[in-house]
């Protein structure tokens, strides 16, 4: 794999602009169309995001929430601030009430993480 990033590394070295304006997004394209492939659904509910954080704020912000709805969420979760800020303070979204919980790891896992340390 190293080998294949290094070759791919060098191609896009050799000519970034011809990279960026003509083949980027077709290799997108068709990397996408093999994750629809793979998750069985359609290549246009496929997005890439830059990062965990962005992505779960894309969800965030295009589902319909309505009155009542509730995120429940454990501190020992990643959960990215932009979208928290996003649910408390956008006044164009009353919902979702985001609740958090402190989720208690089993005292089994604490040993064993201080052994790994």
Known sequence: MLEEIGKLNKHIEANPDRFMRLELRPALENVRSQMADFLKVKSN????TI??????DVVL?????????TI???????????SQSYIRFN?????????????VLPLIFLKYSRILR
């Open 91 to 103: 006044p164009a979204h009353q919902f979702p009430l985001l609740m958090r919980l402190l989720a």
């Open 72 to 82: 429940l969420a454990c501190e020992s979760w990643f959960i990215p601030y932009q």
């Open 61 to 69: 912000r295009n589902l319909e929430w309505e009155e009542g709805d």
């Open 51 to 56: 990062n965990t954080s962005m992505g779960v």
């Open 45 to 48: 509910e496929i997005i890439f």
